[in-house]
């Protein structure tokens, strides 16, 4: 290797204990300067810019400063690891840095600080300098919700409220609770000039409503909203809401509710070389309930800018998936069971392929046992198994043309009652919540020419038994699988999206009491 | 411990210094008498002597052992450890193989310094042992027990002996001062001093701004440790050029090697389009995007800020300066060939040429061969990328060279074992701000390229040389290992 400081992540997490110094050491009773010297690493994780990771965050806490203020020191390390950047900065001691993005120019963070109860964007340029600070207030109930929306984000490597908005700045979507109203708060932060404002729904319509964040085009924030007419109700209706952040106006909000069908959005994507977008979600048949009915297929919708549906196509499980895939009537796959939707990736050459995953509700022979011997239904008579992992692809009129299921070992998600009573909708929801899915995350190029499906597993075999990372990889023609077998010298090991193309493998060393991290390419 | 030694020890890179280039010219011009008989006679790594090795080592662990039971009491643990990581820096010299054991080259060392000996009778009562190192960095060092290293990757670029003479001189002169032992003397008094020891129970008695009050303590220890550093590599040089004034070489080798480590960084070599032209074939022409690289901040390619620049907190003062400090002292000497021009930091090396002492066409002999002997031990550690970047900076000058071919081939092969068992960053460095931007180019080459890439260019870029080039077991192998690569994909 070069002549460098070699970089790693061993050397990040060193610095967690010796930020600044080389440990400068003294005999026994004697002090050393890594023996008084302290810095604690409050938050760290990744940047992003367009679902890509440029870098990492870790923010420590370097010094205390008096009784109401520290110093922290914010340092920015490249996608490769490389430290670029120390930032240093005084304030509240009650502070943490929730989500970082990137847009080419500028890093923004979001901070939460917990003795003035706001959220604090900063806007930092290439030089480490503090470009712009904005800041608002959030309330006790407001900061339950935005832990509640947290949980509902479990791929690794994916911001949940930050996104980058090309390089005109950023957007946060973040719940909001006002009396009663649980709704959401959509912020913009400019980062050309000092320039931020806040889009909050004010119909009836949107009292009580859930907002994701979808993407973005070069002058619309797309949100995928439910919708529910009261707090409790059992019937949700699903919206695609586009807000112009020129206009800083509503720009369209459609259900797509048509005369037979009803669409859930799962992914809205830009259409190159147009101005128009593309919908995937599951429909299901006017009048069903979207929270218990079963889905009747999956549907692409093109769209205008302003909400105007162009094309529909649909693929039916009982027709279209059944070609491919050993499909029933209402969407489940023989051995399989049903597929949650992880991902929708669209290639430049306009493929567009679905990452599924199969979930089946089971008869629990532990669970009938139990609730016949103590009366009690709290374990549940089912169980949901997390099955195999499905691909498969549309063609250019976005009808299904080929599918292939990936093998893994089933693994039980769940065993209590929440298996025996909820619908198939409401049960995948849960399961994504709770992060029982072996799906990982995707990376690839920017433009998905190449990408690659991360997935765990767990293998049994006469060679290898323990927990496996695998990739299903696409090179612009074809698929190929790789599998990384996590069982090493190392105590635990565990795999990180990282760049594209590559993982971020980490290594503890309980015995040295040593954690590398390593980026590896994936084969 | 090697950061804290390293000011004392290297010649030319203190601390954490990186690895320059030559320009291209510079090696052009310097390897091109050598080119057509590079292509006649192939080149073969000279076999390692193992048990060579091992003796050697235990012979050095033996006086390591005695030394330790000559420290002085006083914090006796601490000298017992910042001894045991000089120890063990040492011992993975020999346990890596860096050690070159190649009998002929070692005898022409041993002569080379054997003339030092004789002409300053003194050092006789200090005995040292020089060897030659496999490292391409461009450096020599006194590492501790009496050894010192001087790396193929600078003699390889040296005029004549004089300078090599002066490079030897310069270690044994930090060898003889004991500046190593000086510099481990201080640090471990001092930190254990009652005045740093008072600031640091103060320190930790406070409660607020505690790491800002260590970081103040830190710099001026630092500041404190660098000025002396510094003044162990003026009193290097001077007593080296003491060293130097009996013998029958010439000092005036102390100003041109300066002036030659001066220029040592500089970076004409034009990798990306060496790239395309190695990596282009007519059945898997290169693309452009593998050589696409992000140079925002954090795409590896940043621009690091400046450091500090200040010559007060510099470990080592410019060659320049180095030069204008060492030559009056040269001229005194009697035999001063080029000390203004090299003061002024534009000598020609070529110029200075003193006449042989040793053996003129042994010390070319070697350098030709060292240039190869560091592409093979780069490769040999594990360090895919540095074999790859040598072979390709050899090859400009020497197309078609056989073993340098072999060589892409073998790293193109072995690139493509370790991405495809997950081990690529244990043997290619990933890109950064630190290294020069035609490293980073390659590395950047490689982490741009999918395995399906890997075993294609490795085997369309040896498939030319097929069969002419299978009179060379290494190539023979890397080209049908590369064939099974390309047909796996």
Redesign the interface.
Known sequence: MRYSTKKGFSMLLAAAVSLFYQAVRAGDGKLSIDKVYSAYLRNSGSIIAKNQIKGYFFLYQSDKIDRHTNQYTLQILDENLNKVKDIKFEDSKKLSLLESSYNGNTISFLFKNEDNKTLDMKIYDFDGKLKYSYSREFDKKTDELMKEYETRHTDDGMNKNVFDLGDRGYVSVLPMRDGKQRTYEVDYYSSVNKSQWTYVPTDDAEKYAFAEYMGCTDSLIILQVEKRNHAMSGKSSSHIVGINFITKKKQFDVDYVNEDQILVPCSVAPLEGTNNLMIIGSYFDKGDNIDKDFSKGMAVYEITTSGKILTKAYNSWAGDFAKYLPTNRKGKIDDIGYLYIHKVIRTPDHKLFLVGEGYKRTASALGIAATVLTRSSAMGVTKIMITDMVIMQFDEKYKICYAQIYDKNDNTATWSNVSDYNSQHLLATYLKMTGAFDYEFTTGDEDNTNFSVCYSDWVRSSDYKGQTFNTIHYNGKKFTTDKIELKSKASTMRVFPAKSGNVMILEYFKKDKRLDFRLEKLG | ME??LAPALSFL?PG????RRLTFSLLFFAGCSLVARSQTRDFFPAPQDTVLLSKLCTNYQQHYKEELNQLPST?K??FQ?IYGDRWKNIKEKFDKREIYTDADAQKYLDALAGEVVRANPGLAATPFHCYFSRSY?PNASYIGEGIILFNMGLFDRLANESEAAFILCHEISHYILHHQENSMNKYVTT??SEEV?SR??K??GS??????Q??S??KG?TFDSRRHSRDHEAQADSMAVVLMRPTRYDPAGALTTLALLDGVDKDGFDLESDLQQVFNAKDYPFKKKWLKQ?N?????H?R??EQETSDSLKTHPSCPLRIKLLTPMVQAAGRAGMGGNAAGGGGNAAAAVAGPVVDAAKFAALKERFKYEVVEYAYASD?Y??SLFLSMELLQARPADGYLVANIGRVMNGIYRA??A?????VV???????PAN?NSLLQFI?NL???DIASLGYYFLEPYHPQLDRLALFKTAYEESARNVKEQ
């Open positions: 950061r804290l890179f954490p210094s990186y690895v914090n643990k601490d450890e960095i930190i254990n020891q640091l129970r320190i930790k409660e607020y701004r505690k790491n800002e260590l970081e303590l830190v220890l992000d925002g901040l954090l795409g590896g940043a690091l800020q360090d990328a540095e991405q495809k997950h081990r690529l960053s244990k460095d990933m890109p950064s701000p630190g290294y490293y982490q999918y395995l399906e």
